[in-house]
């Protein structure tokens, strides 16, 4: 069964960093594109970053460019998404999510991590 | 960027048909997908690529996409379709991806 399994999420006060991680099962991570998205509290789905299966190549929302930093550990199928300088507004359930094989759209996702970012 | 519109909520009685919209500048030149999401829980894709459904997705969900118009349609609709539905595109000019801002189907 493809699963993927968020952790991490925390109350971090302005200005802090927070780690999160996704943990992969089920499929060969390293042959998929993986995504993060959040949700903010009663709010829509905001796309945050991707990172390529193959070269690892990475693409940020204007957002939380310079701040966040995806990677990929092939050999522990896992996602991580490094959050520095955090700030209010980055509070958010964050979803771990892949994308498809022959399809960019996002065909798993976890069941989120909650970020609170409050002093 | 790219902006992604969709209508805020639309009403359907249950056996009708609703019809979410998803409106983008020649968004008819970009594949566009579809979620569905539930007080809760993690969003479900239903459409991928303008009108393919995933294994296991009724074949009531439906897309299309032409012009400056993507359009999820729910046919013979359910009270179990009640939920939150988001399109999404990736956009190859910024390489960001742009997801709508949810559009709330309520099953009257």
């Known amino acids: 069964e493809v699963q993927l399994l968020e952790s991490g999420g925390d109350l971090v006060q302005p200005g802090g960093s927070l780690r999160l991680s996704c943990a992969a099962s089920g499929f060969t991570f390293n042959n998929y594109a993986m995504n993060w998205v959040r949700q903010a509290p009663g709010k829509g789905l905001e796309w945050v970053t991707a990172i390529s299966g193959s070269d690892e190549t990475t693409y940020y929302a204007d957002s939380v460019k310079g701040r966040f930093t995806i990677s990929r550990d092939e050999s522990k199928s896992t996602l991580s998404l490094q959050m520095n300088s955090l700030r209010a507004e980055d509070t958010a359930v964050y979803y771990c999510a892949r994308e498809g094989a022959t399809t960019t759209g996002l065909d798993c996702w976890g069941q989120g991590t909650l970020v609170t970012v409050s002093s | 960027s790219y902006v992604l519109t969709q209508p805020p909520s639309v009403s359907v009685a249950p056996g009708q048909t609703a019809r979410i919209t998803c409106g983008g500048n020649?968004?008819?030149?970009?594949?566009v997908h579809w979620y569905q999401q539930k007080p809760g829980q993690a969003p479900v894709l239903v459409v991928h690529d303008d009108s393919d459904r995933p294994s296991g997705i009724p074949e009531r969900f439906s897309g299309s996409n032409s012009g400056n118009t993507a359009t999820l349609t729910i046919s013979r609709v359910e009270a179990g379709d009640e939920a939150d539905y988001y399109c999404?595109?990736?956009?190859?000019?910024?390489?960001?991806?742009?997801f709508g801002i949810g559009t709330k189907v309520t099953v009257l």
């Open positions: 999404h595109v990736w956009d190859s000019n910024s390489h960001h991806y742009v």
């Open positions: 020649n968004i008819g030149s970009k594949s």
